[in-house]
């Protein structure tokens, strides 16, 4: 009736409201598509600890080559989503798939693991990384007080959650000023090293193979953290509903955003290794700001100034995103009602967006959150392999779907031997209990889902009726 901020889109339900709505969601268009994605991309990985592939791989020539076989590996992960996001053209990427093709049960697990832990945690440690290099320049010698950080990473927070519930154009404008300032960084520092290139610093390249690991384990961490740096690919097919023509845009932006972000991380590692020794990339603290000290003084602030408008950007995309995932999950009954909701004055999932946030917030009080990402990050790599077991599964079972873009089979069907390795090296390699404890956390999912979403139990309705009228009416001030 117009006078309440936020209604209800629920699959089948208002139809007309639906179509206005979504056609009124619907302000992504191709540019801001690949923003999305390479602005996601490119978080503080790149800039702060591309050591750990070094680590792993042991030398520089197996370091670059495994920094260009994950952007490879990026991009065919991203054709099957394109090819999924085109057929399928819902939000909420592999909650929408994993539902389509096996139902609601994988996919409520899917929603469950990511919309609880690894979507808010991920948005904390971004911020959190945002907040170190913000607040560095005023602590010159010695590293922020922790309780600085944290205020600095929750007040990002709360800028970011406020200004993704105002305006999907506003989020959208955020998103592609950060990703240009961040590409101009990196153009900076891949002009440099092309330079001193030019000018023969390549004894570091010399002999490149030199001390390479041979180990299972290692070689699949290495991808492990490398494929973490890259890790956003998929960020677009969660808000497919609102990007103007998916047909087009959807892999458009995936065939022009990961490559880019492949050539940018080769580049800039290479970059790296012209001015450092493999002994004192792997020292450093933050690559990024010795490579600046090196090679930019006395201009060298300019290198973490940009760090930080990168991560602001980066934690707006992730921010961006995850709030669409719970918003899908909450119309699609597996989350409370009031996530299903969106503002009619906005046209944002303002309360799926404030969920986020909150969580991320309570994720920031701990003092570390890395471990627990690490482990629940092999959780991810689950999903993307039953995502792509998805597409071949459908192939057969859904002939009847429209695919506007259709990949070789042979792509999912490597991305699914691709993810169990991903999966199951780093387990055999160095199993340790925090693995289970992020198997039973996932699985303890269940719990909620029999008697919340299967058989709907009495008293747990109206317990979530309850909550959900009490902040619809809070909407009405």
């Given at each position: 009736?117009?006078?309440?901020?936020?209604?209800?889109?629920?699959?089948?339900t208002?139809p007309?409201?639906?179509?206005?709505?979504?056609?009124?969601?619907?302000?992504?268009?191709?540019?801001?598509?690949i923003?999305?994605?390479?602005?996601?991309?490119?978080?503080?990985g790149?800039?702060?600890?591309?050591?750990?592939?070094l680590?792993?791989?042991?030398?520089?020539?197996p370091?670059?080559?495994?920094?260009?076989?994950?952007?490879?590996?990026s991009?065919?992960?991203a054709?099957?989503?394109?090819?999924?996001?085109?057929?399928?053209?819902?939000?909420?990427a592999?909650y929408?798939?994993?539902?389509?093709?096996?139902g609601?049960?994988?996919a409520?697990?899917?929603?469950?693991?990511t919309?609880m832990?690894?979507?808010?945690?991920a948005?904390?440690?971004?911020?959190?990384?945002?907040?170190?290099?913000?607040?560095?320049?005023?602590?010159p010698?010695c590293?922020?007080?922790?309780i600085?950080?944290?205020?600095?990473?929750?007040?990002?927070?709360?800028?970011?959650?406020?200004?993704?519930?105002?305006?999907v154009?506003l989020?959208s404008?955020?998103?592609?000023?950060?990703?240009?300032?961040k590409?101009?960084?990196?153009?900076?520092?891949?002009?440099?090293?092309?330079?001193?290139?030019?000018?023969?610093h390549t004894?570091?390249?010399?002999?490149?193979?030199?001390?390479?690991?041979?180990?299972?384990?290692?070689i699949?961490?290495?991808?492990?953290n490398?494929?973490?740096?890259?890790?956003?690919?998929?960020?677009?097919?969660?808000?497919?509903?609102?990007?103007?023509?998916?047909?087009?845009?959807?892999?458009?932006?995936?065939?022009i955003?990961?490559?880019?972000v492949?050539?940018?991380?080769?580049m800039?590692?290479?970059?790296?290794?012209?001015?450092m020794t493999?002994?004192?990339?792997?020292?450093?603290p933050?690559v990024?700001?010795?490579?600046?000290?090196?090679?930019?003084?006395?201009?060298?602030w300019?290198?973490?100034?940009?760090?930080?408008?990168?991560t602001?950007?980066?934690?707006n995309?992730?921010?961006?995103?995850?709030g669409?995932l719970?918003?899908v999950?909450?119309?699609?009954?597996?989350?409370?009602?009031?996530?299903?909701?969106?503002?009619?004055?906005?046209?944002?999932?303002?309360?799926?967006?404030?969920?986020?946030?909150?969580?991320?917030?309570?994720y920031?009080?701990p003092?570390?959150?890395?471990?627990l990402i690490?482990?629940?990050?092999?959780?991810?790599?689950?999903?993307?392999?039953?995502t792509?077991?998805?597409?071949?599964?459908?192939?057969?079972?859904r002939?009847?779907?429209?695919?506007?873009?259709?990949?070789?089979?042979?792509?999912?069907?490597?991305?699914?031997?691709v993810?169990?390795?991903?999966?199951?090296?780093?387990?055999i390699?160095?199993?340790?209990?925090?693995?289970?404890?992020?198997?039973?956390?996932?699985?303890?999912?269940?719990?909620?889902?029999?008697?919340?979403?299967?058989?709907?139990?009495?008293?747990?309705?109206?317990?979530?009726?309850?909550?959900?009228?009490?902040?619809?009416?809070?909407?009405l001030?």
């Open positions: 009736n117009g006078e309440c901020s936020l209604v209800r889109l629920r699959s089948g208002f007309r409201c639906f179509k206005l709505l979504s056609y009124l969601f619907a302000k992504v268009g191709l540019l801001s598509g923003c999305l994605i390479v602005g996601t991309m490119i978080g503080s790149i800039f702060i600890s591309p050591k750990s592939v680590l792993y791989s042991g030398a520089v020539g370091c670059l080559l495994i920094w260009a076989a994950c952007g490879v590996l991009t065919l992960g054709l099957c989503y394109a090819e999924l996001g085109t057929m399928i053209t819902k939000s909420g592999e929408s798939y994993l539902k389509e093709c096996f609601p049960l994988p409520y697990l899917f929603s469950w693991t919309v832990v690894l979507k808010p945690s948005f904390a440690i971004i911020t959190l990384s945002f907040a170190e290099y913000a607040s560095a320049p005023f602590y010698g590293s922020p007080p922790l600085v950080t944290k205020c600095l990473s929750a007040t990002a927070i709360f800028l970011i959650v406020s200004v993704n519930c105002l305006s154009k989020a404008y955020v998103q592609n000023i950060f990703t240009a300032a590409l101009f960084i990196i153009l900076i520092i891949v002009v440099s090293g092309i330079v001193l290139l030019a000018q023969g004894e570091n390249l010399s002999n490149a193979f030199d001390g390479s690991s041979s180990s299972f384990g290692s699949g961490l290495a991808f492990y490398g494929l973490w740096a890259y890790d956003g690919w998929n960020q677009l097919n969660f808000i497919t509903e609102e990007l103007k023509d998916p047909y087009r845009n959807l892999p458009l932006a995936i065939l955003g990961i490559p880019l492949s050539v940018c991380y080769v800039v590692n290479l970059a790296y290794f012209t001015v493999t002994t004192e990339l792997l020292l450093s933050a990024a700001v010795t490579f600046g000290d090196r090679v930019f003084y006395p201009l060298s300019i290198v973490p100034l940009f760090v930080v408008l990168s602001f950007g980066s934690a995309g992730s921010c961006f995103t995850a669409r719970a918003y999950s909450g119309r699609e009954g597996h989350m409370v009602k009031i996530l299903s909701y969106i503002s009619l004055r906005h046209y944002t999932p303002s309360p799926a967006l404030i969920l986020n946030g909150l969580l991320a917030i309570c920031i009080i003092a570390d959150i890395n471990r690490n482990y629940f990050s092999i959780a991810q790599w689950v999903f993307y392999g039953l792509a077991l998805a597409l071949i599964v459908m192939r057969f079972t002939k009847d779907l429209h695919r506007p873009v259709k990949v070789p089979i042979v792509i999912p069907g490597l991305m699914v031997i993810s169990c390795y991903l999966v199951l090296a780093p387990i390699d160095k199993p340790e209990m925090e693995y289970l404890y992020c198997a039973a956390f996932i699985f303890c999912g269940l719990l909620l889902y029999f008697p919340f979403v299967h058989w709907k139990v009495s008293w747990g309705t109206k317990l979530t009726s309850e909550y959900t009228t009490v902040f619809y009416l809070s909407s001030f």
